[in-house]
């Protein structure tokens, strides 16, 4: 047994744990009973295959779409933006459990589906080294590493390090509007590694107008990319 599920174990044994949601008793760590799981209102594939951009009402979020597919578990609404918010600005690390619980239910949803395909490599989102150091932690990191890394059958040599660099310090795209948003992310990644005829996946936490993975995208595609998906935990509904 190693130290990791030592302590698991220990902890499963000494404490309680409640659903984030009915707050019923529920083993391992704090997230959602069975029951609210399936309550849990997510993003369903459309009928025509495993890519959200064939759902018009996912579709005309972007004005502009530089990448080729996308996957995303939830939108961006109570509770998961709640979640999402505390373990990002209030350093709340038990959120990433629940966010991984659904990441999972969703991916092995969409990986049956006759049109999915594993790309060659996952590049999760980088954060710069200054915006690194202020936060402590890159919030996609945490959750999407173990949520790939501990779904059953997953390859682990996918997931790709020190391909992408943020290498421009940015202002929080939040507060910005669309113009706002694509000059200051304009230019802010390098590419440091071979994409050349590649598939590959790159990974945020939340894909709001989509600025941010159309510049990644782009710069990809530049460098050789075949392929660009992009992957998130949740997507901004479009406000009417």
């Not at 998961?80 to 999972?104: D, G, P």
């Amino acid at each position: 047994m190693t130290v990791l599920c030592f302590i698991k174990y220990i902890d499963d044994l000494l404490f309680k744990h409640s659903c984030l949601m009915c707050l019923s008793t529920i083993k391992n760590h704090p997230k959602l009973c069975e029951v609210c799981l399936q309550d849990l209102p997510k993003l369903s594939l459309p009928i025509t295959g495993s890519n959200l951009l064939l759902r018009p009402d996912v579709n005309r979020l972007f004005k502009k779409v530089k990448f080729d597919s996308l996957f995303a578990a939830l939108w961006y609404q109570e509770p998961s933006n709640t979640w999402l918010s505390k373990l990002k600005f209030n350093n709340k690390i038990h959120y990433r459990h629940v966010l991984i619980q659904v990441i999972q239910y969703q991916l092995m949803i969409a990986s049956k589906h006759v049109n999915w395909i594993w790309p060659d490599m996952i590049i999760i989102m980088p954060l710069h080294l200054r915006r690194y150091k202020m936060r402590g932690f890159n919030q996609v990191e945490q959750v999407w590493r173990e949520a790939l890394l501990t779904l059953p059958g997953f390859d682990g040599s996918l997931l790709a390090e020190g391909i992408l660099k943020r290498t421009k310090y940015t202002k929080a795209q939040t507060n910005l509007n669309a113009k706002q948003r694509h000059k200051n992310i304009s230019s802010a990644f390098t590419v440091q590694g071979d994409v050349k005829g590649k598939v590959i996946a790159i990974v945020d936490d939340v894909i709001t107008t989509g600025t941010t993975i159309n510049e990644v995208s782009s710069c990809l595609k530049a460098a050789g990319a075949k392929h660009v998906s992009a992957w998130a935990t949740c997507l901004t509904p479009f406000e009417k």
